[in-house]
């Protein structure tokens, strides 16, 4: 695996939660929502295209796979993959398990509301929680 440099951007605003063959998983900070970003551990990739034919399925593979788990461990109602980049031009795919109960629904979760950061205690816990659900993926 080739070296990389996360974006500051995704480093402040998520936490490290594992390395999967391609992507690096992250948790973004915000505990309204069951949110990971998959990051792929390449330099200088913008666009899904940019990635070769087997990262490209390396990396559908493992967010379909990690959203397969989230989903499963909080009994979500529909799971959100979404690859914008607007801000961050660094490419990253949002796995975002959704409720018919959250804030946002039935709309997008971005720009709705303020972001709610997890406090020390329920991250350390919540990290721990990811990391065992994606022990055996990893």
Not at 39 to 49: L, Q
Not at 87 to 112: C, K, M, N, T, Y
Request: overall charge negative.
């Amino acid at each position: 695996m080739t070296d990389f440099t996360l974006h500051p951007r995704l480093a402040a605003d998520s936490h490290y939660v594992a390395d999967l063959p391609l992507c690096q998983v992250r948790l973004n900070d915000d505990a309204r929502y069951s949110w990971l970003v998959l990051i792929p551990r390449r330099d200088d990739i913008r666009e899904v295209y940019e990635l070769s034919a087997d990262d490209q399925a390396t990396m559908w593979q493992e967010a379909t796979e990690v959203g397969r788990r989230l989903m499963a461990h909080h009994a979500g109602d529909k799971l959100n993959l979404a690859t914008l980049g607007n801000q961050v031009a660094q490419l990253h795919l949002h796995v975002i398990v959704r409720h018919q109960s959250d804030a946002a629904w039935p709309g997008p979760v971005w720009g709705q509301g303020t972001p709610q950061p997890y406090d020390a205690a329920k991250l350390d816990t919540h990290l721990t929680t990811l990391r065992d659900l994606l022990r055996s993926y990893a």
